[in-house]
């Protein structure tokens, strides 16, 4: 029996935003602060083999993750200017 697949079952408590094709979560083992995955709910091997609308949808979780990401780097600079 094959492992399954981490990726095509997402835990909901580590999914921070999600659409209908796609979801966004923290990686367990980042590479740099902040590093955030974007996940197809279809099982595909690329980016490139996603339909026009699974690629428009994880496009609009980047914009979703970079506007979450600028959050938490402000809040995180207003506190420790205090
Ligand atoms: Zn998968």
Known sequence: MSTPCIFCFPS???TLF???YAYCRFDDYPVTPGHLLI???RHIISFF???NEEQAAMMELVR???EYLDGLIR???SVKRC
């Open 49 to 51: 083999d996603a339909t």
């Open 12 to 14: 909901p408590e580590k």
């Open 18 to 20: 999600s659409n209908m």
């Open 39 to 41: 996940i197809p709910y």
């Open 64 to 66: 979703s993750g970079k």
């Open 75 to 77: 809040s995180f600079v």
